[in-house]
C-alpha cells in the first residue's frame, strides 16, 4: 500500500511561515473518521467504549476530539488523570490502569471516581490502605504467563512482562475484592503490543470470555465489563497491511455470542484502551532536511532528532519518510537521514532507499500520532516541538508551542543560577 500523506508540500510551505519546522502535525478529520469506525465496529456491545491511552497522545486537545466522539481516558499517572479531569472527564469516564502505582495516584484516581484496575494482588491492601476502602467498582489485570499463540505462531511473551495477577491470584482477588464490599468486577488484560492481524483482539476475548464465565461461576462476582486493553497495531511500512476493526469487531461478537451469551453474560461490556491505533497514522513529523554529508555513507541531517521521535533511536522503529513535493519521483538514493544528538543511534532512518533529497526539502515521517512527541525527552539540551492541529475545513491550529530555553531552565529554582539563566535569555533575545 501506497503510505500518502495528509498534507501536501504547498500547505506545509504556507504553515511554516507561522510555525517553524519541526512540528507534529495531526489530521483532525482522520482521527474523527476513525473513531467512528471503531465504535462502529463495536456497535453489537450496548456497553462498547473505547478509553484512549493519553500516555500515547497527551494533549488536552486531540483528547476532547475523542471525548467528543464517545470515547474515555485510560491513565496510568497523576498527570495523566489531571488531563482527563481537565478535559470534562470523570468517574466511569477514566480507566486508571497503571502499575507500580504510588499512593498518592490511587488516592487521586478516588477523588476523580475512576475505575481503578489492579495491576497487582497486593494492591488490593495497599488502595485499601490508601482511601480507606475498596470501591463498588473494580477491575483486576489478568496475566496468563507462558507464551501468548494464535493461529500464526507466538504473538508475546506475557511470562516474562511485569503485568498483571496470576490465574490463581486473580480468582482470589476476586473473592477478597467481593468481601470487602466490591459489586461490578472488570477483567483487563495487555498480551501483545502494535499487532497487525484482526485475530488478536478475538482471541485474546475468546481466553478472557471463558476466564469471566469460570470466575463468575467460582466466585459469585459479578463481571461487568471485559477490558481488551491496547496492542491493536498500525501498518508502518508501506508494504504491510492496515488492520480491518470492522472484521475485530465481528470476530469479538463472535467469541461474545459462542460463549458469554450462552452462559447467560450477554449484558457484560466490552471496553478497550487502544491508543496507537486511535492516533499514530493521524500524526506526522514534519521536518526539514538543513545538511548533507558525504563520508562513508551518504548522510541527510534534519532539523529534528529523536528528542522529537524517539521511537526509531529507542526500537529500531521504522518510520516511513515521503520528501514532500517528491511523491513520484524515483527513490534512486540511500540514506541515513540523522538528528543532531550526540547519539549514533539517532537515525530517522537507516539506509533508506528515497528520492534525491535537497537542502530545505521537507520530510514527513509517518506515523507520529501515538508514542511519537510523548515519549520526547530533553537529552542534549533539545528542545520538544509545537503539536498543530490540521483541521476538518483546512485550517491549522496550533494545539501546544514548541519549548523554549525558558521551559528548559524553569526547574533550576535555585535563584542565583536562574538569574543569570535569565540575564543569559534576554541577551540572546535582543542580540
Ligand atoms: C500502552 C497501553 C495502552 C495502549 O497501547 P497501544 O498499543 O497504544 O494501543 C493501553 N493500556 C495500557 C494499560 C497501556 O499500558
Redesign the pocket.
Known amino acids: 500500500m501506497m503510505k500518502k500523506p495528509f498534507v501536501t508540500k504547498s500547505q506545509i510551505e504556507e504553515i511554516v511561515k507561522k510555525y517553524p519546522t519541526p512540528f507534529h502535525i495531526y489530521d483532525e478529520k482522520g482521527i474523527l473518521d476513525n473513531a467512528k469506525a471503531v465504535y462502529d465496529a463495536f456497535s453489537w456491545n450496548k456497553g462498547f467504549r473505547e478509553y484512549f491511552?493519553v500516555?500515547?497522545t497527551p494533549n488536552p486537545i486531540l483528547m476532547e476530539l475523542l471525548k467528543n466522539a464517545g470515547c474515555g481516558f485510560?491513565c496510568?499517572s497523576k498527570t495523566e488523570l489531571m488531563l482527563s479531569s481537565a478535559v470534562g472527564a470523570s468517574g466511569a469516564d477514566i480507566m486508571f490502569?497503571s502499575n507500580d502505582t504510588p499512593a498518592e495516584e490511587f488516592a487521586y484516581a478516588d477523588k476523580l471516581g475512576a475505575i481503578i484496575?489492579l495491576d497487582d494482588f497486593t494492591h488490593i491492601e495497599f488502595l485499601e490502605e490508601t482511601i480507606g476502602k475498596i470501591p463498588e467498582t473494580i477491575s483486576c489485570r489478568y496475566n496468563p504467563g507462558g507464551v501468548f499463540k494464535m493461529s500464526n505462531g507466538i504473538m508475546d511473551n506475557p511470562g516474562d512482562s511485569k503485568?498483571g495477577m496470576t490465574r490463581d491470584q486473580l480468582f482470589e482477588a476476586f473473592k477478597i475484592l467481593k468481601s470487602k464490599g466490591a459489586k461490578h468486577f472488570g477483567i483487563?488484560a495487555?498480551l501483545a503490543?502494535?499487532t497487525v492481524t484482526n485475530e488478536y483482539y478475538p482471541t485474546l476475548a475468546g481466553q478472557l470470555f471463558e476466564l469471566a464465565v469460570e470466575l463468575e461461576k467460582e466466585t459469585g462476582a459479578d463481571v461487568a465489563f471485559i477490558n481488551l486493553?491496547?496492542?491493536?497495531?498500525i501498518p508502518y511500512t508501506p508494504d504491510a497491511e492496515g488492520n480491518d476493526i470492522a472484521a475485530i469487531g465481528a470476530g469479538v461478537k463472535e467469541q461474545y455470542e459462542k460463549i458469554l451469551v450462552p452462559a447467560g453474560m450477554g449484558d457484560v461490556a466490552i471496553y478497550t484502551?487502544?491508543?496507537?491505533?486511535?492516533m499514530?497514522p493521524y500524526g506526522a513529523l514534519v521536518t526539514k532536511a538543513i545538511h548533507e554529508k558525504h563520508i562513508y555513507k551518504e548522510y541527510i541531517g534534519v532539523d529534528a532528532c529523536a528528542v522529537n521521535l524517539m521511537r526509531p533511536a529507542m526500537y529500531g522503529a521504522y518510520h516511513h519518510i515521503t520528501v514532500l513535493g517528491k511523491e513520484d519521483a524515483p527513490l534512486d538514493h540511500v540514506y541515513d537521514v540523522t538528528g543532531s544528538l550526540c547519539e549514533n543511534n539517532d537515525k530517522f532512518a537507516i539506509e533508506r532507499q528515497l528520492p534525491k533529497i535537497d537542502m530545505g526539502d521537507y520530510l514527513f515521517i509517518h506515523d507520529t500520532g501515538?508514542?511519537g512527541f510523548a515519549m520526547g525527552y530533553n537529552y542534549n539540551g533539545k528542545l520538544k516541538s509545537a503539536e498543530l492541529l490540521l483541521k476538518a475545513d483546512g485550517s491549522v491550529e496550533l494545539i501546544r508551542r514548541a519549548e523554549t530555553p525558558r521551559d528548559y531552565f524553569s526547574t533550576f529554582d535555585c535563584l542565583s543560577v536562574f538569574t543569570k539563566l535569565s540575564k543569559i535569555m534576554d541577551e540572546e533575545r535582543t542580540s
Do not use: I
Open positions: 491511552a500516555k500515547a485510560d496510568s490502569s484496575n503485568y483487563h495487555f503490543s502494535n486493553s491496547g496492542g491493536v497495531g484502551e487502544m491508543g496507537r491505533f486511535m499514530a501515538a508514542h
